[in-house]
């Protein structure tokens, strides 16, 4: 491969994982319960797409290809912390994997809506969400850094949810077809 194709094939790998990865991240998310974990996921999914990355076809979405990728990348993550206490069995797994494929076009929509909604709140407030959900914040921690209480945080913490859920559900009505999941 001449080092010039070899830059055209580098930038657009790194496009498509850039417009994708927080999709392949909330996948991902999907089959471990800790964000440390599937952070560390991601980033053996993104090396090992790398690595295959000329035998993607381009004429096919990147998204699934990449999550094929990340489903192995979780078995192997699985194997590797079999001694952990919460591990899905393989069935589990797959079972997972369908339903949340299935659940794909509704989780998109609350994601887009959510984004839209976010918006509507203002910078602040989306400020607050991101570090308090985004970054894992402490509402005392947050609290203590404005001077307030952190029952005064929670109050708004609350509002803001609300907010956002009604919004939401204006958006693309109830999440009937999440909470309905077998």
Not at 29 to 42: N, P
Request: glycine fraction near 6%; hydrophobic fraction near 40%.
């Amino acid at each position: 491969m001449s080092s010039r194709r070899c830059v055209n094939a580098g930038d657009e790998f790194t496009g498509l994982l850039a417009q994708n990865d927080r999709a392949l991240f909330r996948y991902i998310l999907t089959f471990v319960s800790r964000h440390g974990d599937a952070e560390e996921i991601l980033q053996r999914v993104a090396t090992v797409l790398w690595q295959k990355f000329s035998q993607y076809d381009s004429t096919r979405a990147f998204l699934p290809w990449a999550q094929g990728v990340a489903y192995l990348e979780i078995l192997k993550f699985k194997s590797e912390m079999a001694r952990s206490r919460l591990i899905f069995s393989e069935q589990v797994l797959e079972l997972l994997a369908d339903t949340r494929e299935s659940l794909s076009p509704a989780l998109e929509a609350q994601m887009e809506a959510l984004h839209e909604c976010l918006g509507k709140v203002g910078p602040e407030a989306t400020e607050l969400l991101k570090r308090r959900y985004g970054d894992s914040g402490t509402v005392a921690s947050l609290a203590a850094e404005r001077g307030k209480t952190a029952k005064t945080f929670y109050r708004r913490l609350d509002r803001l949810r609300d907010l956002i859920a009604d919004c939401i559900e204006r958006r693309i009505g109830t999440f009937d077809a999440v909470s309905t999941v077998d």
